[in-house]
């Protein structure tokens, strides 16, 4: 009988915070679903939009030291060298997926 995938995660480190983000290697359908996915206008919307179901876990925190909520007014805010570089891994990442 099928099981239903898990997915595993990997760590990535942001180049210039220093901050710690897990990601998962997969997606199931219905989190695209809730997503809809397909009505963001750019590609950067879309990217935002899958790093968002990708990522598990993250260190950043705001000034008292409480773990923010992951969500893409966060990931907005962050310096555009580690918004950059967290793209390009979560694409890297879906991209060793297909393979």
């Known amino acids: ?5 898990k997915y595993n995660t ?3 480190i ?4 220093g901050a710690k983000i ?3 290697d997969g997606f199931a359908y219905g989190e695209i679903l ?3 996915i397909k009505e963001y206008p750019s590609d950067q919307a879309y990217q ?7 990522i598990t876990e993250w260190d950043l925190t705001d000034e008292q030291n409480n773990i923010l909520p992951i969500t893409a007014e966060n990931l907005r805010a962050l310096d555009n060298t580690d ?6 891994q ?10």
């Open 1 to 5: 009988m099928p099981i239903l995938p």
């Open 10 to 12: 990997q760590e990535i």
């Open 14 to 17: 942001l180049p210039k915070s």
């Open 22 to 24: 897990k990601i998962k």
């Open 34 to 36: 809730d997503a809809q």
């Open 48 to 54: 935002l939009q899958l790093a968002l179901i990708l």
């Open 83 to 88: 918004g950059i570089y967290l793209l390009a």
């Open 90 to 99: 979560v694409n890297k990442f879906l991209a060793e997926k297909k393979n």
